[in-house]
């Protein structure tokens, strides 16, 4: 077993290869929140990549709570569903899937441009000031309609010719919340024990499959833990695994990490982890012990001697790739034809240790919009610059947004 093989999933789609291009923010929605020409090159180059499975960036389920002013959002778009079907018919190639990843940010949602923040608890994200609002909680009524949003979401991107869904449960966003007793505080069916917090999750994924049938693809993205204290921690993580492998999910994404703790973006650093390049590994083989559900793992691969590894050791089934698909955008079709054995994609350091996190995403963000414009990618662009101009990017789009 390689990377290269095919690989069948348990609703029996098969994937043509054990590499998956992984989220990731592009901000290349219009202000309306639908697809841009942008978005839409953007896939079209991406289709081309080699990957046998495409996952998209964020695509928030309501256009009342979003993580950023630029996000696709499907439900309330409905009418725009040419534009949708445009982009997808330009993100598939032979063989390839290409799945939508739908989310809510909840109390992650930009104060300056969503009309609702709302959490399992009242709360607040505790960083930039002004940036987070406090999250009200959600009432019984109100979990029940953002359920039926992601079920919509899914029905809607299978209309559209979507392959696929991912649902987002990681990285701190709603169903990481529900997850999470920090920001879960409840004492109602949706909070206290474990089993209670995954509710929300689990509802999630069973109505979408009664919605999409049984032969379509449902993903889940999902931390291995928080890295918070008094978190959702890898033990919580394992029980919401076996509920997951009895609720009809064909392939579960491992990450980990919050807007506040970020270790999807640098792992947890151990030696053993840098060696072996996966952040989450370590987690991974723990969690192929109990259960049956194909394993897909992301973050910290960049040589096909450490994908082929994963792969033939039987603890990860699919290789997710993010950033290198930045770097060089066909980089999975360059390791499966023996093109290229590595790669390192380190963007330029901005000098400010406490800003590099999101000096990183800045850059990665900018480089994106530039292929999507059909622009080259700048490996060695100013940090500084990079920086500063993806702020003031921000802050003018979210005072359009706030405007319309």
């Not at 505080?185 to 949706?190: A, K």
């Not at 009809?248 to 840098?274: C, F, H, Q, R």
């Not at 952040?279 to 994908?307: D, H, N, Q």
Request: contains cysteine.
């Amino acid at each position: 077993m390689n990377i290269k093989d095919e690989f069948k999933l348990p609703c029996g789609a098969t994937l043509s290869n054990r590499l998956a291009k992984s989220a990731m923010s592009e901000q290349l929605g219009n202000l309306k929140n639908i697809p841009t020409d942008g978005l839409i090159n953007l896939y079209r180059i991406w289709s081309t990549s080699g990957a046998g499975l495409v996952i998209t960036g964020n695509i928030m389920v309501s256009k009342d709570s979003l993580g950023e002013p630029r996000n696709v959002v499907i439900n309330g778009n409905e009418s725009q569903a040419d534009k949708f079907k445009e982009w997808v018919s330009h993100s598939i190639k032979a063989g390839q899937h290409i799945w939508p990843q739908l989310n809510h940010p909840g109390r992650q949602a930009l104060k300056a441009i969503s009309k609702k923040i709302v959490a399992p608890s009242v709360s607040k994200v505790s960083l930039v000031p002004g940036m987070f609002g406090e999250a009200k909680e959600l009432t019984e009524n109100e979990i029940k309609d953002i359920i039926q949003d992601f079920v919509t979401s899914a029905k809607s991107s299978k209309e559209f010719g979507f392959t696929g869904v991912q649902i987002h449960a990681a990285h701190g966003y709603l169903i990481s919340q529900f997850l999470s007793p920090l920001t879960n505080r409840r004492s109602d069916q949706w909070g206290g024990s474990i089993d209670n917090r995954a509710r929300f999750l689990i509802e999630i994924i069973k109505q979408t499959r009664s919605e999409v049938g049984p032969d379509f693809p449902i993903g889940v993205k999902i931390n291995s833990a928080d890295f918070q204290r008094g978190g959702f921690t890898e033990e919580d993580c394992i029980e919401v695994l076996k509920a997951l492998d009895d609720s009809g999910v064909d392939l579960i994404e491992l990450s980990g990490g919050t807007y506040e703790a970020p270790a999807m973006v640098s792992g947890n650093a151990k030696e053993s982890t840098i060696k072996r390049e996966a952040f989450f590994m370590e987690f991974a083989e723990k969690a192929k012990v109990v259960i049956k559900t194909p394993l897909m793992l992301t973050g910290g691969f960049r040589s096909i001697e450490g994908m082929n590894e994963a792969v033939e050791s039987e603890k990860v089934d699919i290789v997710g790739i993010a950033r290198p698909m930045v770097w060089d955008t066909h980089f999975p079709g360059k390791l499966l034809n023996g093109e290229l054995t590595t790669i390192d994609c380190t963007p330029p350091e901005l000098p400010i240790k406490q800003l590099k996190h999101m000096a990183e995403l800045a850059w990665f963000v900018l480089q994106i919009r530039n292929i999507g414009l059909g622009k080259k990618v700048d490996h060695n662009s100013n940090s500084v610059k990079d920086f500063f101009k993806y702020v003031a990017m921000s802050q003018r789009d979210a005072l359009i947004k706030k405007l319309l």
